[in-house]
T-cell receptor, first 112, second 113 residues
């Protein structure tokens, strides 16, 4: 059974204090790892796709990386507007079509 | 370009009733997926439709069902509601046949009393 675990569950940062969120996975044949951002009362919003170990993607203050066992979402000099829940998800050989298995999420709070 | 639209946004039902939720995907998107989100279980996959065919079904009881129409709009139905069905039900669409880049609606929040 595919498993995705995110840590920490919650993270409080001061504005400008860089940190990393972790997504570890145990799956049968990874076909892609995806990061999403979810604001309260909204649906998740797609951020990044990573397919192979060593791959990196960047967008503004966010950088996602992938190894064979985990992915990191690095947040550099965060701002209060970066506060949200960050979700990672995987597509695997077990999942046909567009089915994703999500982790529990990390709730990020950035204080000014 | 309009996003994914879900109706109703909020609804309250009592145990034993049934409910139908609707999802209008982004124009041109043929894949529609449904997810249940709860504080305890997080986001869990319910089912996915592509061009009116169910391609995947998650580990939910048969009380949960869905369908997709020829215009790609989708509905999901939950019969004989239980307290544990209280959740945010999210619909997502994509134009791609195989992808993890999904566009989510804002969800339908169901409360079962």
């Amino acid at each position: 059974e595919d498993q995705v675990t995110q840590s920490p569950e919650a993270l409080r940062l001061q504005e400008g204090e860089s940190s990393s969120l972790n997504c570890s996975y145990t799956v049968s044949g990874l076909r892609g790892l995806f990061w999403y951002r979810q604001d309260p009362g909204k649906g998740p919003e797609f951020l990044f796709t990573l397919y192979s170990a060593g791959e990196e993607k960047e967008k503004e203050r966010l950088k996602a990386t992938l190894t064979k066992k985990e992915s990191f979402l690095h947040i550099t000099a965060p701002k209060p507007e970066d506060s949200a829940t960050y979700l990672c998800a995987v597509r695997t050989h077990n999942n046909a079509g567009n089915m994703l298995t999500f982790g529990g999420g990390t709730r990020l709070m950035v204080k000014p | 370009k309009a996003g994914v639209t879900q109706t109703p946004r909020y609804l309250i039902k009592t145990r034993g009733q049934q409910v139908t939720l609707s999802c209008s995907p982004i124009s041109g998107h043929r894949s529609v997926s449904w997810y249940q989100q709860t504080p305890g279980q997080g986001l869990q996959f319910l089912f996915e439709y592509f061009s009116e065919t169910q391609r995947n079904k998650g580990n939910f009881p048969g009380r949960f069902s869905g369908r997709q129409f020829s215009n790609s709009r989708s509905e999901m139905n939950v019969s004989t509601l239980e307290l544990g069905d209280s959740a945010l039900y999210l619909c997502a669409s994509t134009a791609q046949e195989i992808t993890g880049e999904l566009f989510f609606g804002e969800g339908s929040r169901l409360t079962v009393l």
